[in-house]
């Protein structure tokens, strides 16, 4: 059964909150679980950021029969990547993977989704993913623009961002839209402590050296750019997104739940 928006209590997205200092001292940091899609896959810069603030990666890859835990009363919270299947594909893995966001929704967990788990987040919100309608792709940097949500969240967002996708999906019903685009509209949203995002500031050097290796024939796809142009943008606009990211990771793990909040 789908988790439905209007079970959010209809929460406004409020700026991310600054972490006590002396909370980090009573005890070390719960791990984070890491969604992974593919066999090579690896959590990229948000594992880096992860890491750097103390948090071990508890990497699952249910693809290949790794399960998935019953609650996230144990984690921090927990990010969903990328991969090259679609949310929308009938395999047994992709459905169990979008009913289990329930879990981070219902406990009000911080979850992150990005690329294909923004994607799956928003079908497990009722919403619909689908590709461009001229079937047009996003594939290497593309501007974004935050709303008035965005940067009250999280401000300096960064100009242009890194993508990989053919799918794009709709605001689900209840959520708040952080950032818009151009041919795929929905960027980054939230719905509680949950987020989407469409685009990769996950990517590393070495990941795009490897992605625009073996994803090579989407580069020809509508809409994609050249490989040359991936590594000339990533010089003018990765230090912005890469710095935003830090940002963002410390503040989204520092959400606590608003029935906690409501119990102190």
Known sequence: ?????????????????RR?????????????LIV?????????????????LGHHLDI???RFGDPLPRTLEHHAGAVYFGGPMSANDCDDYIRRE???IEVPLREQRPFLGICL??????????????????ALTQIGYYPIRPTA???????????????WHREGFELPTGAELLAEGDDFPMQAFCAGNAFGFQFHPDVTYAMMHRWTTRGYDGLSAPGACARHHHFADRAVYDVAERAWLKNF????????????????
């Open 249 to 264: 990771v410390d503040g989204w793990l520092a959400r606590r739940p608003v029935m906690a909040q409501a119990a102190e």
């Open 117 to 134: 788990g923004a994607q799956m987040l928003a079908m497990q919100l009722g919403a619909r993913v689908a590709p461009h309608p001229q």
């Open 1 to 17: 059964m789908s988790f439905r928006t209007d079970r959010l209590g209809g929460a406004k997205v409020v700026p991310f909150m």
């Open 20 to 32: 006590a200092p002396e909370a980090a001292d009573r005890k070390p940091p719960l791990p984070v």
């Open 60 to 62: 699952r890859r249910p």
């Open 98 to 100: 979008i009913d289990w």
């Open 36 to 52: 992974l899609h593919q066999e090579s896959s690896t959590p990229g810069r948000v594992g880096n950021a992860l890491r750097a």
């Open 149 to 163: 949500a965005g940067r009250a969240l999280c401000p300096d967002w960064p100009g242009k961002v890194y993508h």
